[in-house]
C-alpha cells in the first residue's frame, strides 16, 4: 500500500484560510486546529473559552460555527484536488476533538464540491445586516440552496408568507428578552470592537447594520444597552424571503452536519450573487426554538433562521490568522 505524502505547510495555510473565513455566532470563532504528527490529518476542536455561556449554554451554536470551518476546509480540499474524509466526534474519550479531516491523495473528488464557483464564494461571503431590495429569488437558485442543505445531512424549509411572519415574531420575542435580560444584553457588547482594535476576534462597531425602521425586521441589536452607539434606522424589505434550517435529531453529531449545511447554502447563495443574514435569536431560548420547528414535521430540530435576497454586500469582519489557528 502506498504511503500518503504528509500535507505541506502551504497546503495546510490556504486550507485554514479558507476554514476561518466560515461565519460564527458573533464571530467568536471557536475553533483550534491541530495537524497530526504523521501531518495527514487536521483535527478540528472547540475552544471553551470562546463560547457564550448565556446565549448558548449547550454549545450547540458553537457546533454550527465548527461545522461551517469544516466544510469550508473541505471545498479548499476539493479545490486543490484531494479529497476530504471527514469523522465526526472520533474519539469519544477527547471530547473537545469535533472532527477530524483527513486529505487523501488526489482520487477524484465530489462534483458538487468541486464547483469552482463554491470555493471563490469562500472569501466573498460576508453576512449583510443592510436592507435587502425585496426583489424575488428565482426559484431555480433557492431550489439549489435546498439540494445544498440537503446534501450536507440538514433540510431547509421555505416558508409560505405567514409561516415568515410567524418565524419573525419568535425572532422579535427573542430579541426583546435578549434586550431586556441584562446578562445576555452586556454578553453580547462583550463581543463588539471598538475601531483600531487588534482583536481578531468580535464584531467590529463599523460591521452593525441599522435597525428597521418600520420595526417588521428583527435584526439583533448588539448596542441595545448602549443606545448612543446604534445606527439610525432604516427601512428593510416589506416582503422578507427566509429558509429554516433544521435536522431530524437534535445530537451533536446533528449540529455539526447543520454547520456544513448552513455554510453550503450560504456559499451556494453567495456564488448567485445573494446576500444573507442569520436570525439566530429565537434558537437561544428553548421554548421559541421548539415553537420555530415546521408544523408538518413532528421531528423538527431548527437551527437557525437564514434571510437572503439581493442587496449591499456585507463588511467583513476580522479573523485569527492561520497560523494562530493551528498547533502541530
Given at each position: ?7 505541506d505547510?502551504?497546503t ?10 466560515a ?16 501531518g ?8 471553551p ?8 449554554p449547550?454549545?450547540r ?11 469550508n476546509l473541505r471545498?479548499?480540499?476539493v479545490?486543490?484536488?484531494r479529497?476530504?474524509?471527514v ?6 474519550r ?9 486529505l487523501?491523495?488526489p482520487?477524484?473528488?465530489?462534483d ?15 453576512t449583510?445586516?443592510?436592507p ?11 431550489a ?13 424549509h421555505?416558508?409560505d ?26 454578553e453580547?457588547l462583550a463581543?463588539?470592537?471598538a ?18 425602521a418600520?420595526?417588521?425586521m ?13 445606527r439610525?434606522?432604516l427601512?428593510?424589505e416589506r ?10 435529531q ?8 447543520a ?21 439566530h435569536?429565537a434558537?437561544e431560548w428553548?421554548d ?9 414535521h ?11 435576497g439581493?442587496?449591499?454586500d ?7 490568522s ?6 502541530g
Open positions: 500500500m502506498r504511503t500518503q505524502a504528509p500535507l505547510a502551504v495546510v495555510e490556504t486550507l485554514l484560510a479558507a476554514a476561518v473565513a461565519p460564527s455566532i458573533h464571530n467568536t470563532q471557536p475553533w483550534h486546529f491541530r495537524l497530526d504528527p504523521g495527514q490529518v487536521l483535527e478540528v476542536h472547540a475552544v473559552e470562546r463560547t457564550l455561556p448565556l446565549a448558548d449547550t454549545h451554536a458553537q457546533y454550527l460555527s465548527v461545522g461551517a470551518a469544516v466544510f471545498v479548499a480540499a479545490h486543490q484536488g479529497r476530504p474524509e469523522r465526526l466526534l472520533p474519539d469519544p477527547r471530547p473537545g476533538l469535533l472532527a477530524a479531516v483527513r487523501a491523495d482520487l477524484g473528488a465530489d458538487r464540491l468541486a464547483d469552482p464557483g463554491l470555493y471563490e464564494a469562500v472569501a466573498r461571503r460576508h449583510s445586516r443592510m435587502f431590495t425585496g426583489r424575488p429569488v428565482p426559484e431555480p437558485i433557492v439549489e440552496m435546498t439540494s445544498a442543505a440537503y446534501a450536507a445531512g440538514a433540510r431547509l421555505l416558508p408568507i405567514s409561516g415568515t411572519r410567524r418565524l419573525l415574531r419568535l425572532t422579535a420575542a427573542a430579541e426583546a428578552r435578549n434586550r431586556a435580560h441584562p446578562g445576555r444584553s452586556a453580547t463581543w463588539i470592537t475601531p483600531g482594535s487588534q482583536s481578531p476576534y468580535g464584531v467590529p462597531l463599523t460591521a452593525l447594520g441599522p435597525q428597521d418600520a420595526e417588521r428583527p435584526m439583533r441589536d448588539f448596542t441595545s444597552s448602549v443606545p448612543a452607539l446604534r439610525p434606522g427601512w428593510f416582503h422578507v424571503q427566509t429558509a429554516l434550517l433544521w435536522t431530524p437534535d445530537r451533536r453529531e446533528d449540529w455539526l452536519r454547520g456544513q449545511a448552513l455554510q453550503y447554502v450560504l456559499l451556494t447563495a453567495t456564488a448567485h450573487g445573494l446576500r444573507t443574514s442569520l436570525l435569536q434558537m428553548p421559541l426554538r421548539a415553537e420555530a420547528a415546521v408544523p408538518r413532528k421531528r423538527c430540530h431548527a437551527h437557525l433562521l437564514i434571510r437572503f439581493y442587496g449591499p456585507g463588511t467583513g469582519t476580522p479573523r485569527q492561520a497560523r494562530a489557528g493551528t498547533a
